[in-house]
């Protein structure tokens, strides 16, 4: 085959033209190790639970340049508001409209038309390249990269350098690199009082205002100053609820709910630690108890600047004209369990419509990301 066979194009409406909506896998992972098996890579399917997960490798030496993504998408939303089939994989003036066109099913294309440009240049490269790609990424990602990860690293891979192809860049190609996430914590508080009559507090436990003490106390802490690469982390309150229809009742249960986007100064854990001994404190006097539930659903990671960042840079400013900068910006992704292996960057498409009605990306931008791809992997292996 040649490497017009592996157009990103191509490649990217067939990955849409399969509604891979998260756990569903419906041919999309087929598409990619088709391909790559085509390209001579050895391919082995992980299935976890309900998640079909894809690990392939050309090259069997150090060092090991790992593509990773997921071919799962959101679901579509009203299909009233889309102007075409979301999986229909529409070209329009010089738009590819479709669910996953952004994220990232775009950007998987040009995973692939990159690597066959460089082993077509290459057929015998100073190491190995692999891919590392999920259906889970959009979902709760419990049966995804975090348990690929593990079994391939169970049969002795290594991974030495990753980059995730999530859609990066907020509005042209060139504008930004992940070069590292927040952390993110959630948390549910139930407070637990004694029902009254509000004209006999002293017979009451007020649940109510156990809550707001111990919603003050954790809002006025200073969590951090920030730190290197990141803003100071924070806390949001997002909810209040206490249910209570009546104006004369003290109500015996009072919850919220609570988001802590946090910085390398923290871990889960130790938020976690944090949160525990504040409700005690905040228990103090109280007839009653206050109960937390904290779920952790990404520690926070940083990659340092160095040969991972430049070389990301150096491609896309030799392609584009532009410099990225780096950022730590923005939600989760599966780097959070990549970082865990190997030095991680995230760098993709144009991100404005991800998740949105008419999801789209223009073909010349994806065209464009499989070019700093191949200039990627060219400078990579000139390098190690």
Not at 153 to 170: I, K, Q
Request: with cysteine.
């Amino acid at each position: 085959m040649t490497t017009s066979d592996f157009d990103p194009i191509h490649l990217a409406c067939d990955l849409i033209r399969k509604p891979s909506v998260t756990p569903a896998d419906l041919g999309a992972l087929d598409v990619v190790q088709q391909a790559l098996e085509a390209l001579g890579f050895r391919v082995k399917r992980y299935r976890f639970e309900d998640i079909d997960n894809l690990y392939a490798r050309f090259g069997t030496e150090a060092p090991n340049f790992c593509f990773a993504g997921h071919t799962d998408v959101v679901p579509t939303g009203d299909l009233a508001q889309w102007s075409v089939d979301p999986f229909e994989a529409a070209l329009q003036d010089g738009l590819l409209i479709g669910r996953g066109a952004a994220d990232m099913k775009g950007g998987i294309a040009a995973f692939v038309a990159a690597t066959a440009r460089y082993l077509a240049k290459n057929p015998k490269p100073k190491g190995s390249i692999s891919f590392l790609i999920t259906g889970d990424e959009e979902g709760v990602a419990l049966h995804g990269t975090k348990r690929l990860l593990q079994a391939i690293a169970a049969e002795g891979e290594v991974l030495d350098h990753c980059v995730v192809g999530e859609p990066t860049n907020p509005d042209a190609m060139g504008d930004m690199i992940k070069n590292g996430r927040r952390g993110s914590l959630n948390c549910t508080v139930s407070v637990t009082g004694i029902q009254g009559h509000v004209a006999y507090p002293h017979k009451a436990a007020n649940p109510v205002r156990a809550l707001i003490g111990f919603l003050h106390q954790i809002q006025s802490h200073k969590l951090d100053e920030g730190a290197e690469g990141f803003q100071p982390s924070n806390l949001e309150v997002v909810t209040i609820d206490v249910g209570n229809p009546t104006t004369n009742v003290i109500p015996e249960k009072a919850t919220a709910r609570f988001n802590i986007r946090f910085n390398t100064a923290h871990t889960g854990e130790s938020l976690s630690t944090w949160l525990l001994a504040e409700a005690r404190r905040a228990e103090e006097g109280f007839n009653g108890k206050i109960d937390l539930a904290i779920m952790v659903s990404g520690e926070a990671f940083f990659t340092p600047p160095g040969l991972l960042t430049h070389l990301i840079q150096d491609a896309c400013e030799a392609v584009t004209g532009r410099r990225p900068e780096l950022s730590t910006t923005g939600g989760t992704s599966d780097a959070r369990f990549i970082k865990d292996y190997c030095p991680v960057c995230e760098f993709g498409l144009v991100g404005a419509t991800m998740h949105q009605v008419n999801e789209r990306v223009e073909t010349r931008d994806i065209e464009t990301l499989a070019t700093i791809y191949e200039g990627v992997l060219d400078r990579y292996f000139a390098q190690v």
